[in-house]
């Protein structure tokens, strides 16, 4: 039923950890039921499937918090997301909110990745999950990699990337219908750094009076 491969098709995958294991059956037959083949091109199964096809699963070893795994299902590559192992506090790892968000943002900034169901029933996985589409590009950890080692230019490239895509992720009017009450009003990290315990700035001050009303809208 399941292919761990040990040899990984992409840098930026790894085998399963022993520790982190999934039923991996009992997955593949949720995500043949739940999956929606008209909503996936390249998905080529639908619930009518005579038989559950196999799934092939590797694991993305970067994060230290949620566990995430490469699904390949029905001829597409899937992401799946769910909480770390062991207690977990109420408020934290939360998939649902993961899944709202994306659903929001992917329809008008088109680089966060589609989300395509959650699931809300521990027991299929042992936690809540949900699965959006795969990205592929370069994955930058704790080492250059050779594509940009010794390259300046390509440096600058990802490094101009990086603030435009954060710049363009910002003008994203988060009052819009599919962003409104996914959270509490966004607060800048500005407003916070100057409402800190340590900020060190008179706040009585008229400048900084101006300032905080001009935040407050």
């Known amino acids: 039923m399941v292919d ?24 593949a037959a949720y995500l043949r039921v739940h999956l929606r083949p008209d909503e996936m091109a390249g998905l080529g199964m639908s619930p009518d499937t005579p038989e559950t096809p196999g799934i092939e699963v590797e694991q993305f070893p970067g994060g230290h918090s949620n566990l995430t795994y490469l ?41 966060a ?10 027991s299929v996985v042992g ?9 592929r590009g370069l994955v930058v950890r704790h080492e250059e990699p050779p594509a ?17 895509t954060l710049a363009d992720l910002h003008t994203i009017d988060v009052t819009r219908e599919a962003c409104r009450g996914l959270g509490s009003r966004p607060v800048s990290s500005s407003v916070k750094c100057v409402d800190g315990p340590n900020a060190g700035i008179d706040r009585r001050s008229p400048s900084c009076r101006t300032w905080r009303r001009s935040q407050n809208g």
């Open 127 to 135: 936690a809540i999950f949900y699965a959006m589409e795969r990205r």
């Open 148 to 164: 940009l080692a010794g390259r300046p230019d390509a440096r600058r490239r990802v490094s101009e990337a990086l603030v435009d």
């Open 71 to 111: 699904v390949r299902y029905g001829g597409m590559e899937l992401v799946l997301r769910r909480p770390p192992f062991g207690p977990v506090p109420p408020t934290a790892h939360d998939m649902a909110r993961e899944y709202r968000w994306l659903s929001a943002l992917n329809p008008v900034f088109p680089l």
């Open 113 to 122: 990745p589609r989300p395509y169901l959650f699931c809300d029933d521990a």
């Open 4 to 27: 761990q491969r040990s040899q990984t098709r992409l840098e930026d995958t790894r085998p399963v950890r022993a520790t982190e294991q999934l039923d991996w059956p009992r997955l």
